[in-house]
């Protein structure tokens, strides 16, 4: 974006703003969060003080700018809107405010969602090597640079980007339409693979493919508070799409939680029926409504397990197995009671191909 004009680093450009408030346990406060690539601030839950380990959080006031220091490197950057003015943000989402004279807001917005300012902050990041851990803390913020042309020219820049506003929407809800029509299809190709194309399969029980890990750990403790932290919302039913997530403590994790490590397929188990696995490269931690799976026999590839925990015979047998209950729920022998049918792995992995494409 903009690539002729000088380089300008953001320690001339933006001072640090810091509006410290005390909880009141009695109060309910709006928790801020920021998604990544540029795509804004937002509220991400409401709690009540006395349910918030940090007692001391920061006001936000619209016309900040906001980052995640975690996921920086995911360009997890925002300039702060009027539905997030006076909401709470912990030490994880320094605020600054910019020098009006001579950046524009709305070009500093449309920068954020550039991918130049997320590999800037991966270069500048401090942290463990398992890029999930990786910090970018404030010192290093001053040290990300913005392409600064006149205030003139940013002015137009914004201009030209709004007017073009219009296509960009019809081409969002074409994209829509593609996506509804893709939601339908994910069930009937999973029917179809599983369902129908299984003749000669193998068969196997889930307990002796997978193991469940059982080793809970307390979130708070700093080896685990800054690890990704995965519940059932952070997974898109039927897809095996991990949405975007926050850490243990970024989410006020403080009872214990399932420690996982890299190369897991997560299964939610709670209503079956909504079809959530997903197959993570990653360590982390997640809640008690998910099985963190390892598969252990030689013949299964993980991610033909996972897709397999959302077609149709799984869901079917878990749905029926899991009780008529409010919330139905599977339980470990239930899932390990399950005979899991799979072709030969070269076949496995043509069948993952071509979910993986489709999805």
Known sequence: MMSKNPAVPF???????????????????????????????????????????????WIVEVGDVIYNKL???????????????????????????????????????????????????EMLSKGAAAISKLTLNPPQFWDLTIPLPPLSEQQRIVARIEALAGKIEAARGLRG??????????PSVLHQLFGVETQGWKRLTMSEVVTVSARQVDP??????????????????????????????????TSNKYHFHSNTILYSKIRPYLRKAVFVDFEGLCSADIYPLKVIHPELDPEFVMWSLVASPFTNYANRVSGRTRIPKLNRQQLGAYELEFPSKQHQRVIVERLNRLR
């Open 177 to 186: 339409e593609a996506a509804q029509a893709g939601e339908a299809l994910v």
């Open 220 to 253: 708070t403790i700093p080896e685990y508070a800054q690890l990704p932290h995965i519940n059932g919302s952070n997974i898109e039913k039927q897809t095996c799409r991990l949405l975007p997530y926050g850490t243990a403590s970024d989410d006020g994790m």
């Open 11 to 57: 320690s001339e450009l933006f001072y640090r703003i810091e509006r410290k408030v005390l909880l009141d346990d009695g109060l309910t406060y709006k928790r801020i969060g920021v998604r990544w690539y540029g795509r804004g601030a937002f509220i991400r839950d409401s709690e009540l003080g006395m349910n918030i380990n940090r007692k001391q959080q």
């Open 71 to 121: 996921f920086a490197w995911k360009g997890a950057f925002a300039v702060a809107g009027t539905d997030v003015h006076g909401q709470i943000a912990s030490d994880k989402f320094p605020t600054y405010r910019h020098d009006a004279d001579r950046l524009d807001i709305g070009y500093l917005r449309h920068y954020f969602q550039t991918p130049g300012i997320a590999r800037q902050a």
